[in-house]
């Protein structure tokens, strides 16, 4: 009787809907000792509105969402698929700049660093994600992409 | 010996995105020592109390009709104090915690009074708690199950910020529809939450967002925004999941949040399709869906209470499927999923 009271009692509270919530932050960071600046490309030409610029060690946050259910939810390169840019360049203060090309673009810069690149920033498998809090019910995750001097010395 | 007086009024409601309009259904109460009189405001806002008085008596909204009851946090009484005088009261709740009250109070009205396109009422044992705090949520809302007969502990639960944000009524108000759907699908089990337990979560949450987003559009849209909830419409939040018909969720988004149900009723193939946030915002649709033709009380009444997972939807949405759908037109869709 015991064991048959504790199992409806469990199925009770296994029955409550789904109270999980997360909260995820894309952020751009830039261990770097240069100013750095992103540029979005469309058909040759920037566009201007998603231009980023980070200063030397430094990191901005791109976007947050936060919202019921397990996530992990909106991240940045996500939140930038509707604009279907064919490449991005990550431009340094020193003139040096790396060439990213966009997900099914071929283009003629043999430099230029291909979607399945693993560090191509359009690519999300690029990006870390990293668990800041995690709660019985609420999970915290940053989904970051960093730009290392690596990068600065693999640019040309 | 002073004149009998009727207390009457009219009570506005400010909403975030229609702006003031009147409150129906909702309860005023007056009070003089121990004669209290109530009475219900029309559609129109109005309302007229039963008895009269001589001399000065109190108002207030009571916040709960015999159905549901919202409670000012867990436990007590939601009301809205209004004046001690032989008067009319005509109060415009503009904005705060009584709005905030006010936009539960109207989805829960919708959902138990209203007009909910052939969907299940919620019928519950004791009487809905829905309990409203004033406080930053880590959730939206939630559903605890209406197991407690002695209705001590809510049944639902709705939190009016995020992040320090005021949501806006129009998410309030869907919210509470998303909870109560929650209540009405666990009725609809053969038996209640001891079935509904073996639903799988992308059922559970999935049906609620449909519900959500339809009632919510209904809602709006009777209310003049002709294109709420439509895949072009967007009310500058971006989480909240009636936006753009929620046609730009995908797999990574999260998997139990899903569109499923949202896409069988729609006629719209969201794939290629870009839904444009703001200037630096813009997603792309990825989910293939060549559905539509099914209704949301049709799924509900039809078929909704042997699904527990998506193997089960995509047979039984096989075995009900309308005119024009194919079988492999829904795997199709399934298959996103």
């Known amino acids: 009787m015991k064991y048959k009271c504790l199992v409806i009692l469990v199925v009770i509270f296994q029955s409550c809907t789904d109270q999980f919530s997360y909260k995820t932050t894309s952020i751009l960071g830039n261990s770097t000792s240069y100013f750095v600046m992103i540029n979005f490309y469309k058909s040759g030409v920037v566009y201007q509105p998603n231009t980023l610029e980070i200063l030397n060690s430094n990191s901005a946050i791109l976007l947050i969402d936060e919202n019921d259910g397990n996530g ?44 399945n690149d693993t560090r191509n920033f359009f690519n999300e498998a690029n990006w870390e994600w990293i668990t800041t809090s995690k709660k019985r019910k609420r999970s915290e995750y940053e989904f970051k992409y960093e730009i290392t001097e690596q990068d600065y010395l693999n640019a040309k | 010996m002073p004149s009998k007086f009727t207390p009457s009024g009219r009570i506005i409601v400010n909403d ?28 129109d806002g109005t309302f007229r109390a039963s008895g009269t008085y001589r001399y000065d008596f109190n108002y207030e909204i009571v916040w709960e009709r015999a159905q549901f009851d919202i409670r000012s946090g867990t436990f007590g009484q939601a009301t809205m104090n209004g004046p001690n005088c032989k008067c009319s009261w005509n109060p ?52 605890w199950g209406d197991w407690d007969n002695t209705g001590l502990t809510p049944d639902i639960r709705i939190w009016r910020f995020v992040n320090s944000r005021e949501r806006g009524t129009d998410e309030i108000f869907s919210t509470t529809i998303h909870e109560i759907a929650h209540s009405t699908h666990i009725q609809l089990m053969n038996a209640g939450l001891i079935q509904f337990a073996q639903v799988s979560k992308v059922i559970v949450e999935s049906w609620a967002v449909a519900v959500q987003w339809h009632l919510t559009s209904m809602e709006y849209r009777e209310r ?61 649709g990825v989910v293939n869906d060549p559905v539509s033709g099914y209704t949301i009380s049709g799924i509900e009444s039809g078929f909704l209470k042997h699904v527990y997972g998506l193997s089960s939807l995509r047979q039984l949405a096989k075995a009900n499927r309308p005119g024009g759908v194919t079988d492999n037109q829904i795997d199709v869709l399934i298959d996103n999923y």
């Open chain 2, 224 to 284: 003049g925004i002709f294109n709420y909830g439509a895949p072009n419409y967007f009310n500058g939040v971006d989480g909240f999941r009636v936006n753009f018909a929620y046609q730009y969720w995908d797999r990574t988004l999260n998997d139990r949040y899903t569109s499923v149900f949202i896409d069988m009723l729609d006629n719209f193939n969201q794939n290629g399709q870009i839904f444009i946030f703001r200037p630096t915002f813009a997603i792309q």
């Open chain 1, 72 to 115: 992990k939810g909106l991240v940045y390169p996500k939140s930038i698929s509707g604009f279907l840019f064919d490449s991005l360049t990550i431009e340094f203060d020193t003139g040096k700049k790396s060439v990213h090309y966009n997900s099914g673009v071929i283009g003629q810069n043999t430099y230029a660093l291909n979607y």
């Open chain 2, 92 to 143: 415009t709740i503009q904005n705060g915690l009584q709005r905030f009250y006010a936009s539960i109070f109207r989805g829960a009205h919708r959902y138990f009074f209203g007009n909910i396109d052939g969907l299940r009422r919620p019928m519950m044992v004791s009487k809905m708690k829905i309990s409203a705090y004033d406080t930053n949520g880590e959730s939206n809302g939630d559903n």
């Open chain 2, 16 to 43: 975030t995105q229609v702006g003031n309009f009147p409150l129906a259904g909702a309860k005023v109460r007056t009070r003089r020592w121990f004669e209290v009189h109530e009475a219900i405001t029309g559609l």
